[in-house]
């Protein structure tokens, strides 16, 4: 069982600067992709960034250069740091791991229950 914990939302300014971070716990053999989506209402969930046991990342382009997505290791996070943030930005953010559970099954997708961004401007 994998429990996937976000922090770190709340209210900004535009411009401000806000870091989501994403802690998994309980049993697991391994954390594969990483990745932040996010949600507003009546609109579909959307990939925000994301982050693979090797580092190499990708952002979707309306977040390039203006938000950095990293994992630790030893803590079993992975967090976001947003900058310039936009009121376009507000939504529902939502951590995505992708975990095995032992090595002899496929990786499953795991979601975090979300935290709520809020950008006035």
């Known amino acids: 069982q994998v429990r996937l914990t976000e922090s770190g939302g709340g209210f900004a300014h535009a411009g401000g600067d806000l870091k989501l971070t994403c802690a998994a716990s309980?049993?697991?053999?391994?954390?594969?992709?990483l990745a932040w989506y996010r949600q507003v209402p009546d609109k579909q969930r959307e990939f925000v960034a994301g982050?693979?046991?090797?580092?190499?990342?990708r952002y979707a382009d309306s977040v390039k250069g203006r938000f950095t997505i990293f994992r630790e290791y030893n803590k079993n996070t992975v967090s976001m740091q947003m900058n310039s943030l936009r009121s376009e930005d507000t939504a529902v953010y939502y951590c995505?791991?992708?975990?095995?559970?032992?090595?002899?099954?496929?990786?499953?997708?795991?979601w975090g229950q979300g935290t709520q961004v809020t950008v006035s401007s």
């Open positions: 995505a791991a992708d975990v095995l559970k032992s090595p002899l099954v496929a990786a499953t997708r795991n």
């Open positions: 309980g049993k697991f053999f391994r954390l594969n992709l």
């Open positions: 982050i693979t046991p090797l580092n190499d990342t």
